[in-house]
């Protein structure tokens, strides 16, 4: 059983940076990928970024690419998403999520098993 726990999250204005946390704790295997999903208001979750735990190779949404960066600290068991020059369309609940798997990072959340809680991201424009 693995266990995820989101922070960071928060209200900040157009233009603002947020860096994520995913605390990871349990059962950890070597060839977990990570991923970074979120959920806006009325719409389904997508897929932000992932990262693949080993290899260090990763994967960003085109509406994120150039502005968000998904790491890793695999002596903290830690993913992080640093966040940039956010935007109102970047409103919304984020969601840490992995996978036990080898290969490419997967977009589909259906693929992931193990989730956090969610950390609420706020724009104001």
């Known amino acids: 059983q693995v266990q995820l726990v989101e922070s960071g999250g928060g209200l900040v204005q157009v233009g603002d940076s947020l860096k994520l946390s995913c605390a990871i704790s349990?059962?950890?295997?070597?060839?977990?990928?990570m991923g970074w999903f979120r959920r806006a208001p009325g719409k389904e979750r997508e897929f932000v970024a992932g990262i693949t735990w080993s290899g260090g190779s990763e994967l960003y949404a085109d509406s994120v690419k150039g502005r968000f960066t998904i790491s890793r600290d695999n002596a903290k068991n830690a993913v992080y998403l640093q966040m940039n020059n956010l935007e109102p369309e970047d409103t919304a609940v984020y969601y840490c999520?992995?996978?036990?798997?080898?290969?490419?990072?997967?977009?589909?959340?259906?693929?992931?098993?193990?989730w956090g809680q969610g950390t609420q991201v706020t724009v104001h424009s």
């Open positions: 999520a992995a996978v036990s798997l080898s290969g490419p990072i997967p977009k589909v959340d259906r693929l992931y098993g193990f």
């Open positions: 349990g059962r950890i295997f070597s060839s977990y990928t």
